[in-house]
């Protein structure tokens, strides 16, 4: 709306108060220059699979001091209560690595990224599910699906696991294999039944619903650092799908520059962790070789980590 078209006791149009102009700040201190966390790019870009990619195309902040990185806004924002002014580097590192380890949470939501994704339509559905993120995807019900599809090699058809009923492991004998692309190839050409309903004047929100889930989607994905983590940590998972592994180990490869020291600490404190139970702990104690539980699975899970802690495997 203009300012014209308001009407004349809107509030917008009353004169600014006085003191309420915004005082620029440049740089925000004396000889220290700002730079770009993204090297002055306006997308960086990581393929994934046939048709899929990760692209970082905005982050907050978008300008760090020279020489640091988008770690310095999780560092002032942990300082803000003290009202201490720039520490040392090795002084921000250790206080992102305590604020990693005692789950202080709050400072990694002051930095955010904004992903432009596309991905397999099952991917997107496992992925949608992290809440906390700001979607906007592409409308079939506006646009025509692009033919791109998600099919992987031979080799990377997986058999179903036994030991997993969410998941597959090993590759399955190259006759099978074969047999289900033919069966991906079927439903591929269903594309061409999608174009010619259209043609036929059925609405493209209708004319969309026979086409397969490895179709490609696509969408923008904004979100702040600590939910971006917490969605790697799950997705990075080895219980997670191979797919969407794949995605989140392009979004890590876009991020880590960004935020070094972060991504170290989470690594060293997180994804790298072991995390005991009182029974896992009770057991180490004790020396016994299995922990006190009738849980097949809690049990298989103790040595699994007994294994990752270089402990002896249990008799
Ligand atoms: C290996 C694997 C297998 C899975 N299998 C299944 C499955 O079979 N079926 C299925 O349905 N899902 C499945 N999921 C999805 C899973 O249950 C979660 O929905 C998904 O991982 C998102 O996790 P999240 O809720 O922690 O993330 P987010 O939605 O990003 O939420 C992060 C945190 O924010 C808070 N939060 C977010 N929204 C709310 C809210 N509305 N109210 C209160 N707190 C909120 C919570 O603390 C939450 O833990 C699976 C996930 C994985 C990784």
New binding site residues.
């Given amino acids: 709306m203009t300012r014209a078209a308001l009407p004349a006791e809107s509030p917008i149009v009353e004169p600014k108060p006085a003191g309420t102009e915004p005082i620029r700040r440049v740089p925000p201190a004396e000889g220290v220059r700002l730079v770009d966390v993204m090297g002055g790019a306006e997308r960086l870009e990581v393929r994934v699979h046939d048709h899929g990619f990760v692209a970082l195309v905005d982050a907050m902040p978008r300008l760090a001091p020279e020489g640091q990185t988008a770690d310095a806004a999780i560092v002032q924002a942990a300082r803000v209560s003290y009202g201490q002014g720039t520490k040392q580097v090795s002084e921000d590192r250790g206080l992102i690595r305590y604020l990693m380890r005692h789950r202080h949470t709050t400072p990694f939501e002051m930095v955010e990224f904004k992903f432009h994704c596309a991905m397999p339509i099952f991917v997107a559905r496992?992925w949608i599910?992290?809440?906390?993120a700001n979607v906007n995807e592409y409308s079939g019900r506006y646009s025509v699906m692009p033919d791109r599809f998600y099919r992987p090699s031979v080799e990377k058809v997986r058999r179903q696991s036994k030991s997993n009923r969410?998941g597959g492991e090993g590759p399955i004998e190259v006759g099978a294999a074969e047999r289900f692309l033919e069966y991906l190839g079927a439903s591929e050409a269903l594309y061409e039944r999608y174009t010619r309903s259209q043609e036929e004047g059925v609405a493209r929100e209708l004319a969309r619903i026979g086409l397969p889930q490895s179709l490609y989607t696509e969408w923008y994905w904004k979100c702040d650092l600590h939910?971006t983590l917490?969605?790697l940590s799950?997705?990075l998972?080895a219980?997670?799908q191979e797919e969407i592994r794949d995605y989140a180990r392009a979004m890590w490869a876009l991020i880590e520059p960004l935020v070094p020291v972060t991504m170290e600490a989470f690594r060293d404190y997180e994804m790298e962790s072991v995390r005991l139970t009182r029974l896992e702990v009770e057991a180490i104690r004790s020396g016994a070789p299995g922990i006190d539980s009738t849980n097949s699975r809690e049990r298989a899970e103790w040595e699994s980590k007994r294994r990752a802690l270089g402990l002896d495997p249990a008799e």
């Fill in positions: 496992q599910r992290h809440r906390t969410q939910n917490r969605f799950l997705r998972d219980h997670a």
